[in-house]
């Protein structure tokens, strides 16, 4: 197969930007280059010209979604940066009369709503919140929220979850299953999923008590994070938290953020 062109790269690029506001510079060239090699050789393609004009055309039998999957799956595991949780247990310890909604609003394979459920059902048996919950999971790839649905995952993706709480929660596989754990059927009427693309008008989703939007802001440029950031904000009440990957930093926003922690924010009151 030939190199990756600079010409083509840019064109892919763009359409990818233009499309769902992703944004690869010159330095993601080599990304770009891996993620989709092996995909234009099982097509039997010549190259990355004609897998272009594949995903460019309007008749691409999915192969435009099958792309933008191979470029922003990255790994994901239960409970990733635990600090996180800790301050959400904190922040919604006693809060027994009042209904709660979270999103999760780029949930990859759903690993991180999960987590969200498993710590808000141990805080409902505790009585420390009420009964009323709920979580809304989002992506923009229809590939991992159907495998985020069917709530099957190798057991080393919930390395951070203690013994006791894999007891509660999950189901583990055996014979051909041995590896596999699957969330209990009452974690899983607890999350939705939903295809959502975050660079376009968001109809009435929440409002939402607390949102988490960590580790997708690092795929935009400038102006697309504070449009996406902006958007999503709207969707949280006032006073409630959002959290973002604490290496992304501060987030760019025109709505007033309080900073609670790396990474976690509370909207201001209205």
Same mark, same amino acid.
């Given at each position: ?164 709480? $894999?007891?509660?929660?999950? /189901?583990?596989?055996? =014979?051909? %299953?041995? @590896?596999? +754990?699957?969330?209990?059927?009452? *974690?899983? &009427? ?45 969707? $949280?009440?006032?006073?409630? /938290?959002?959290?973002? =990957?604490? %290496?992304? @930093?501060? +987030?760019?926003?025109?709505?007033? *953020?309080? &900073? ?11």
């Amino acid at each position: 197969m030939q190199p990756l062109r600079d010409s083509t790269f840019r064109d892919i690029s763009a359409l990818m930007h233009s499309a769902i506001g992703l944004s690869f510079g010159a330095s993601k060239k080599p990304l770009i280059a891996a993620r989709l090699a092996p995909r234009v050789q099982r097509l039997g393609l010549a190259g990355f010209d004609d897998y272009l004009a594949l995903i460019a055309s309007h008749d691409d039998g999915g192969e435009f979604q099958m792309a933008v999957d191979l470029l922003t799956t990255n790994e994901t595991y239960f409970f990733r940066e635990p600090a996180h949780f800790e301050l959400l247990e904190r922040e919604l310890s006693g809060r027994r009369h009042e209904p709660l909604a979270l999103w999760s609003a780029a949930s990859s394979f759903g690993d991180e709503a999960f987590s969200i459920a498993m710590l808000l059902a141990d805080m409902q048996q505790q009585g420390r919140i009420g009964a009323d919950w709920s979580i809304l999971g989002t992506d923009i790839s229809d590939r991992v929220l159907r495998s985020a649905a069917q709530a099957v995952y190798p057991a080393e993706r919930l390395r951070e979850v203690s013994p006791q709480r $894999l007891k509660r929660h999950c /189901l583990r596989g055996a =014979g051909e %299953a041995d @590896g596999l +754990v699957q969330m209990q059927p009452a *974690l899983r &009427a607890r999350v939705r999923f939903g295809q959502l693309n975050l660079c376009r008008p968001i109809e009435a989703l929440g409002p939402f008590d607390v949102v988490f939007l960590r580790n997708v802001l690092i795929y935009f440029d400038a102006p697309t994070k504070l449009a996406v950031v902006d958007r999503v904000l709207g969707q $949280l009440r006032p006073g409630g /938290l959002f959290f973002v =990957g604490t %290496a992304e @930093g501060r +987030v760019a926003s025109t709505v007033p *953020l309080q &900073a609670l922690a790396p990474g976690a924010f509370r909207k201001a009151a209205a």
